[in-house]
């Protein structure tokens, strides 16, 4: 799309109904901490990465991690084994810079954006963080009668890539997923959009890179978040 008033994009826009979230690198910054912190050991082997730079492997490596964990935790949670091994999801999403509980810096420009949102759309979380972490950041920014809908790790059978998170939403709210965008920083986030048949737009102020995002199938890609206001 090559602006908010490209004709195809207001077609699409006149559908839209709710905009659903992704949190980290969407709604939550990250600073990538830990990946400095591997990068930095990794210097010493600099000769073995193109460019002399670790850090688009080290990249790379998380990205190309995230849909396989959550598989996994997916599959775990099928045979009821114990919560605690959902830790493998949260050690990637430190490896990302995510930070923890309590502890969340929104992205800028990220709250306002919903507030001018919310009185034209439904508004909800897609996540595959816990729900008291989503629960955690929603009351650190007094989101709640904001954000209605909360897709957490627990409240879906299959994570993102999966469309089912998706699917949840959108029907919490008593949509179809083409009423529906998913707003994400990642190409998992993308492709459980477009698997699940909602509208995905990507966002360049978390993780993903912009070839990443257009090859998983995003319909849009935005700079940071709180551009979604002059689209919808």
């Known amino acids: 799309m090559l602006s908010p008033d490209d004709p195809a994009f207001l077609a699409v826009r006149d559908r839209i109904r709710a905009i659903f979230f992704d949190l980290d690198g969407t709604l939550i910054d990250t600073d990538d901490a830990l990946l400095e912190a591997l990068a930095r050991r990794l210097e010493r082997w600099s000769w073995a990465f193109g460019g002399g730079n670790p850090r688009p492997f080290l990249r790379r490596a998380v990205l190309a991690a995230e849909g396989p964990v959550n598989a ?103 949509l179809s997923p083409d009423q529906c965008v998913l707003v994400g920083d990642t190409p998992v986030d993308i492709v459980s959009a477009k698997v699940a048949g909602a509208y995905a737009v990507g966002v360049l102020c978390g993780f993903g890179e912009r070839d990443e995002l257009l090859k998983a199938g995003a319909d849009l890609i935005l700079e940071n978040t709180a551009q979604l206001t002059a689209w919808f």
């Open 72 to 174: 996994v935790i997916s599959a775990l949670d099928a045979v009821g084994l114990d919560d605690n091994l959902f830790s493998i999801g949260d050690r990637l999403r430190h490896a990302r810079g995510v930070r923890p509980r309590g502890n969340f810096v929104a992205v800028d420009g990220a709250l306002e954006m919903i507030r001018s949102l919310r009185p034209s759309y439904r508004l909800g979380v897609v996540t595959t963080r816990s729900r008291a972490d989503a629960l955690a950041f929603l009351r650190q920014f007094e989101l709640e009668s904001l954000l209605e809908v909360l897709a957490s790790r627990e409240d879906t059978r299959r994570l993102k890539p999966h469309p089912e998170p998706v699917h949840r939403a959108a029907s919490s709210v008593d």
